[in-house]
């Protein structure tokens, strides 16, 4: 079992810049491929980027660009730029194996809690 923990959301001002965090209590996250989500009440939960266990990059085309994915062994995060009123949801990493492409809920196994990410205009 992997238990995720969320860090860096907040408010911020459109054009503004936020990093979220996520770590992972009592295992490294190296063996895993690690993605970012997001979702906005009543709506579904959207991919947003993903990076594999080589660092490959992948990203949604409404935020390639303006954000970045990035990890180590303890942590996997997310820079987010030039941030609009649009971005605002509670951001979710996930982990999962990486032998599913990795852009849908489903292609991963364990979920953090989430961090409240505001934009406001």
């Known amino acids: 079992q992997v238990q995720l923990v969320e860090s860096g959301g907040g408010l911020v001002q459109a054009g503004g810049s936020l990093r979220l965090s996520c770590a992972a209590s009592r295992r490294t996250l190296s063996d895993y491929a690690m993605g970012w989500f997001r979702q906005v009440p009543g709506q579904e939960r959207e991919f947003v980027a993903r990076?594999?266990?080589?660092?490959n990059t992948y990203y949604a085309g409404s935020v390639k660009g303006r954000f970045t994915i990035s990890r180590d062994n303890a942590k996997v995060y997310l820079q987010m730029n030039s941030l609009k009123p649009e971005d605002t949801a509670v951001y979710y990493c996930?982990?999962?194996?990486?032998?599913?492409?990795?852009?849908?809920?489903?292609?991963?196994?364990?979920w953090g809690q989430g961090t409240q990410v505001t934009v406001s205009s």
């Open positions: 996930a982990a999962g194996s990486g032998l599913r492409p990795g852009i849908t809920r489903g292609d991963y196994d364990y």
């Open positions: 990076i594999d266990r080589l660092l």
